[in-house]
């Protein structure tokens, strides 16, 4: 059974990985803003804190709730020095000159409130969820589905599960009263203070936000760093930093978050790297 309790040591690792970073001195002082996809916000905010430890005349600055959209936006803006997005660049963003750098890999998981039984979850058992047709837990408590918008990343990776998960998420969309959160961090909110609550998340939200929730399996393998390199864990996530015209202070950020001790980091906030 994966548990709370060894995500939360595993976040704390990160913590002291990030609060132990060697320090050199810069010449001048910078600030690296950031912002987009929820999956990434709370990694970028620890890997920031160990940039600053090693660039401690440079800032970083990590904004909430952008969403992937909102950061290519802001960057386009020029608000932005750096945004953060769950896919990849697009031609027209190409053509329009942003520069996509993929930093890690992480798990698409299904997680649920603190006090649910912990699951291995199947193909079928997830379309049923999402159908309606498993409404309660094991020990006939209610189970409450948090969904995202549709259009959202998580949404579109469900319906990528199988047909039927794709059907099922539609006919959840379409059924009155139900919970829907806008944001990662949203998201993660409801599952933490919602009982029976049961949705999607990232491993690299849990790790790096330190969420207190039940994380289930999939047909038989825990969400991990170590099954995502083996590659039996079967749904993910790869994540990105865009850029354009990058001041240096953000070429230096983008450098770190590529060096053997941001490769650490990331690791221990779920992240598989190359």
Same mark, same amino acid.
């Given at each position: 059974?994966?548990?709370?309790? #060894?995500?939360?040591?595993?976040?704390?690792?990160? *913590?002291?990985?990030? %609060?132990?970073?060697?320090?050199?001195?810069?010449?001048?002082?910078?600030?690296?803003?950031?912002?987009?996809?929820?999956?990434?916000?709370?990694?970028?905010?620890?890997?920031? $804190?160990?940039?600053?430890?090693?660039?401690?005349?440079?800032?970083?600055?990590?904004?909430?709730? @952008?969403?992937?959209?909102?950061?290519?936006?802001?960057?386009?803006?020029?608000?932005?020095?750096?945004?953060?997005?769950? /896919?990849?660049?697009?031609?027209?963003?190409?053509?329009?000159? *942003?520069?996509?750098?993929?930093?890690?890999?992480?798990?698409?998981?299904?997680?649920?409130?603190?006090?649910?039984?912990?699951?291995?979850?199947?193909?079928? $058992?997830?379309?049923?969820?999402?159908?309606?047709? *498993?409404?309660?837990?094991?020990? #006939?408590?209610? %189970?409450?589905?948090?969904?995202?918008?549709?259009?959202?990343?998580?949404?579109?990776? @469900?319906? /990528?599960?199988?047909?039927?998960?794709?059907?099922?998420?539609?006919?959840?969309?379409? /059924?009155?009263?139900?919970?829907?959160?806008?944001?990662?961090?949203?998201?993660?909110?409801?599952?933490?203070?919602?009982?029976?609550?049961?949705?999607?998340?990232?491993?690299?939200?849990? @790790?790096?936000?330190?969420?207190?929730?039940?994380?289930?399996?999939?047909? #038989?393998?825990?969400?991990?760093?170590?099954?995502?390199?083996?590659?039996?864990?079967?749904?993910?996530?790869? @994540?990105?930093?865009?850029?354009?015209?990058?001041?240096?202070?953000?070429?230096?950020?983008?450098?770190?978050?590529?060096?053997? $001790?941001?490769?650490?980091?990331?690791?221990? *906030?779920?992240?598989?790297?190359?």
């Amino acid at each position: 059974m994966q548990r709370v309790s #060894g995500y939360k040591r595993l976040w704390r690792t990160a *913590l002291s990985l990030c %609060l132990g970073a060697s320090v050199c001195a810069h010449a001048s002082a910078a600030t690296v803003r950031i912002g987009g996809s929820g999956a990434a916000t709370g990694t970028m905010r620890l890997l920031g $804190q160990a940039f600053e430890q090693r660039h401690p005349d440079h800032t970083v600055r990590v904004f909430d709730g @952008l969403g992937t959209s909102g950061g290519i936006k802001a960057l386009r803006a020029k608000r932005l020095d750096i945004a953060v997005a769950s /896919r990849d660049i697009e031609a027209a963003e190409k053509d329009s000159g *942003l520069v996509a750098h993929r930093y890690g890999t992480s798990a698409f998981v299904f997680a649920s409130h603190p006090d649910t039984p912990f699951l291995s979850l199947t193909q079928e $058992q997830i379309a049923g969820i999402y159908a309606n047709q *498993l409404a309660t837990w094991p020990n #006939g408590k209610p %189970l409450r589905l948090v969904l995202t918008p549709r259009g959202d990343s998580d949404t579109e990776l @469900l319906g /990528r599960i199988s047909p039927e998960v794709r059907a099922a998420v539609d006919a959840a969309h379409a /059924r009155k009263g139900m919970i829907v959160a806008m944001t990662d961090t949203a998201v993660a909110d409801q599952v933490e203070m919602t009982p029976g609550a049961f949705a999607t998340s990232t491993l690299s939200v849990i @790790l790096s936000e330190g969420r207190h929730v039940t994380v289930h399996a999939v047909d #038989g393998v825990v969400p991990s760093v170590d099954s995502l390199a083996r590659g039996s864990y079967p749904y993910v996530k790869d @994540l990105y930093m865009f850029t354009r015209q990058p001041s240096d202070a953000a070429k230096q950020f983008l450098e770190f978050v590529s060096s053997a $001790q941001g490769a650490e980091i990331l690791r221990a *906030l779920g992240h598989k790297t190359d």
